[in-house]
């Protein structure tokens, strides 16, 4: 039995004690997220302790786009010469404190990855924005890589995070 799932955030989810550690992102959770789906700017996922029922970490993925110059040379070879190359943005991901260094958070970017390359949409690859150093060592230990010239704006092709979570890439 699996002793968690995710999940489209709903109403009948209880976000209210929800506590990560970052203030931001806990009132991202419990006051925006649902606006950010109403007025389809982003979607929510959350990870349910099916247990308790309680929420212990979520994220969210929306569409952008990302210029094909800011995009390494190898990884565009063999893309059309468009302006811009269509991805999906991972906004936001946190887990409850109690439920940290159990591996919640990579559980929660494998099944956005899975998401993105599932999509109807072309979404080339997945952008985040690390809020810190700790986020952005943890999105590069996936595969994630620094877009040329930006701080904290990471890249991955969703070709490559198909291969990392079909194993023929170690990470």
């Known amino acids: 039995m699996a002793l968690f799932r995710i999940e489209p955030l709903s109403p009948a989810h209880d976000r209210s004690r929800f506590l990560s550690g970052s203030g931001a992102l806990d009132r991202y959770l419990r006051r925006q997220a649902s606006q950010d789906i109403r007025r389809r700017i982003a979607t929510c996922f959350v990870m349910i302790d099916t247990g308790t029922g309680e929420v212990v970490g979520f994220y969210t993925l929306a569409a952008t786009g990302v210029p094909l110059d800011a995009l390494s040379e190898e990884g565009t070879r063999r ?5 811009l190359v269509p991805a999906a943005l991972l906004g936001r991901l946190a887990i409850a404190e109690p439920y940290q260094g159990r591996g919640l958070g990579a559980a929660l970017l ?6 993105a390359s599932r999509t109807e949409l072309g979404v080339f690859a997945l952008l985040v924005d690390a809020k810190d150093d700790s986020a952005q060592r943890f999105y590069e230990h996936f595969g994630f890589s620094l877009l040329p010239g930006e701080t904290r704006h990471l890249v991955l092709p969703v070709a490559t995070a198909l291969q990392l979570l079909e194993g023929q890439i170690a990470y």
């Open 79 to 83: 893309l059309p010469r468009y302006p």
């Open 110 to 115: 494998v099944d956005a990855l899975k998401r």
